[in-house]
């Protein structure tokens, strides 16, 4: 069975500050995906970027980046000089294509960015 | 534009009143997947649909149907509601398979009385 974990449940940080969110992944497959998806207060959901098991090349988009560590079975997330409009709740989750074509979720880490 | 649309946003009902919240994409997306978001729980699959008759459970498929009878349609069906149903449903929709990027509706909120 495949498991997300996001130990921080809501983090606040101060506007310009950097923050880290933190997923933890788990996995028998060799082959999997992870994503990282944004909500924004408005409620809607928004992809963010998705990786593949063979792929741990670190990904940046802006202020924006991704850090992808098998050997500590994490996919974490940084946003340098955070904005008010990071604050959002952010998802990670992953997908094992051994089998069924089941999503799972992180329960999601509710950042706060204060002006 | 391509859009999950779902419907309807709110609803309040009462218990045991059969009800169905639509799901329609226009993107011929083969993957889609409804979820139900709650505090402190996140997001958990109820269904998802790999193509037209296919579905299968997610992880919290109890008191839920689906159909998928169309590609651009997937409606769940609550036979039965429960109080513990009161949550906020998402749909979604992905080209190909689950190892795509998930389009999301703008969610469904349930008050189940």
């Known amino acids: 069975a495949q498991k997300v974990t996001q130990a921080q449940t809501e983090i606040s940080v101060v506007e310009k500050e950097d923050v880290t969110l933190d997923c933890v992944y788990e996995?028998?497959?060799?082959?999997?995906?992870l994503f990282w998806y944004k909500q924004p207060p408005s409620g809607e959901l928004v992809f963010l970027i998705r990786?593949?098991?063979?792929?741990?090349q670190n990904e940046i988009s802006g202020r924006y980046s991704w850090n992808f560590q098998k050997s500590t079975s994490s996919f974490n997330f940084t946003i340098t000089a955070s904005q008010v409009v990071d604050s959002a709740v952010y998802f990670c989750?992953?997908?094992?294509?051994?089998?069924?074509?089941?999503?799972?979720f992180g329960i999601g880490t509710k950042l706060q960015v204060i002006p | 534009e391509a859009q999950v649309t779902q419907n309807p946003r709110y609803l309040i009902t009462v218990t045991g009143k059969k009800l169905t919240v639509t799901c329609s994409q226009n993107?011929?997306?083969?993957?889609m997947s409804w979820y139900r978001q709650d505090p402190g729980l996140g997001l958990r699959q109820i269904y998802y649909?790999?193509?037209?008759?296919?579905?299968d459970k997610g992880d919290v498929p109890e008191g839920y149907k689906v159909s998928r009878k169309e590609k651009r349609n997937f409606p769940l069906i609550l036979e039965s509601p429960s109080p513990n149903q009161t949550s906020l449903y998402f749909c979604?929709?992905?080209?190909?398979?689950?190892?795509?990027?998930?389009?999301f509706g703008d969610g469904t909120r349930l008050s189940i009385l």
């Open positions: 990786r593949n098991s063979f792929d741990e």
């Open positions: 989750a992953s997908f094992n294509s051994g089998g069924y074509q089941k999503v799972t």
């Open positions: 993107m011929n997306h083969e993957y």
């Open positions: 979604a929709s992905s080209r190909g398979r689950a190892d795509q990027p998930q389009h």
């Open positions: 996995t028998r497959d060799t082959t999997y995906y």
């Open positions: 649909s790999m193509n037209v008759e296919v579905t």
